[in-house]
C-alpha cells in the first residue's frame, strides 16, 4: 500500500513536472485519497492501511501532548522547594511481542509523565518501569494505566 | 508572527534545558535523575530545532531539522535505558524513599547470578 501511494506520488510529480516537496506531500495527499475511494491495492484488509495511518497520526498527537505535560511536571518538581516524589520500580507484564513493538512502547514510556523504562525481562514477559510517583496501594492501577495508554494504542497500529 | 513563534519555541527550549540541568543537580538519585536529563532536554532540543523549522525557508533546512528531532527522539530514551539498567547492574544505591523495587527481586528470585547477567 505504502509502495502504491508512493508511486502516485512520483506519477504526479512527473505529470506536472514540479520535483519539489510542496509537490510530493500533494502527490502522497492524492495517491492517498485516490487508495481510499478506490479500494484498490489492499486497502479493504483489516486493519486497512488508512484506519492504520489515522491511529498513527492520533497515537503522535497524543504522544506529543503527554511529553509536553511530563515536562510541565519534571519542572514543576525540579524548581519548586522540597521532595515530594515517591519513586519506585514496577514490573509491568507486556502484550508487545516483537522488537519494534517492545522499543517504541520503551521508548515512549521514558518519554512520557513520571515514568522511565529500567529494563526489559530476558523472557520479554515483563518490563521494568521507575516510576516518580508511586501510591504504595494502587500499583494495579499504575500498570493499567500504562496497559491501555501506549501499549494499546501501539498494537492497534501494529496488528 | 513568524518572528513571535520563534521567539517562544526558542524560549521554551532554552527554558527545558535549564530545566533538565537543574534536574540533573537536584533530584536525589541516579534514576530520577534520567527522569530530568532524558524528558527535558528532549523537548528543549526539540523546541530549538522546531523554531529552525520555522526561522528558515528552505524544505532542506526544514528536512534536516526534522530529522534532528526524530533522531533525538529515538536516542535519548536508548540512552536513559542503558545508563539506568547499568546503574541497576552495578548496584547504584537508590534514594532512601523509595518504596518498592521489582526488579532486584526478580533477579534475586532467578539465582545468586540473576537472569540478566
Known amino acids: 500500500m505504502l509502495g502504491w501511494n508512493i508511486l502516485i506520488a512520483v506519477v504526479w510529480m512527473a505529470l506536472t513536472g514540479t520535483f519539489d516537496v510542496p509537490n510530493a506531500l500533494l502527490g502522497l495527499g492524492l495517491g492517498f485519497m485516490i487508495l481510499l475511494f478506490t479500494g484498490a491495492g489492499g486497502a479493504t484488509k483489516v486493519p486497512s492501511y488508512h484506519r492504520r495511518f489515522f491511529k498513527s497520526v492520533l497515537l503522535l498527537i497524543y504522544f506529543i501532548c503527554e511529553v509536553v505535560k511530563s515536562n510541565f511536571i519534571v519542572a514543576w518538581e525540579v524548581l519548586t522547594p522540597g521532595c515530594g516524589i515517591v519513586p519506585g520500580i514496577v514490573a509491568v507484564p507486556l502484550d508487545a511481542e516483537t522488537d519494534f513493538e517492545i522499543s517504541l512502547l520503551g521508548a515512549m514510556i521514558t518519554l512520557t509523565p513520571g515514568t522511565l523504562t529500567v529494563d526489559v525481562s530476558p523472557d520479554r514477559k515483563y518490563i521494568y518501569v521507575h516510576a516518580m510517583y508511586l501510591d504504595p496501594d494502587n500499583v494495579a492501577e499504575f500498570v493499567m494505566q500504562i496497559k491501555n495508554s501506549f501499549e494499546r494504542r501501539i498494537l492497534e497500529i501494529t496488528r | ?117
Open chain 2, 1 to 117: 508572527m513568524r518572528d513571535v513563534l520563534v521567539a517562544v519555541f526558542i524560549a521554551f527550549g532554552a527554558f527545558y534545558s535549564l530545566v533538565s540541568s537543574i534536574g540533573l543537580i537536584r533530584m536525589p538519585d541516579l534514576y530520577n535523575k534520567l527522569h530530568a536529563a532524558t524528558k527535558s532536554s528532549t523537548l528543549g532540543s526539540g523546541c530549538v530545532a522546531v523554531a529552525a523549522m520555522i526561522f528558515f525557508d528552505g524544505w532542506d533546512v526544514r528536512a534536516r531539522a526534522l530529522f534532528v528531532i526524530v533522531f533525538i527522539f529515538l536516542t535519548a530514551p536508548i540512552s536513559g535505558l542503558v545508563i539506568s539498567k547499568c546503574g541497576h547492574l552495578l548496584k547504584v544505591p537508590q534514594w532512601k524513599g523509595t518504596i518498592r523495587d521489582d526488579l532486584t527481586e526478580d533477579n534475586e528470585m532467578a539465582g545468586p547470578l540473576g537472569k540478566s547477567q
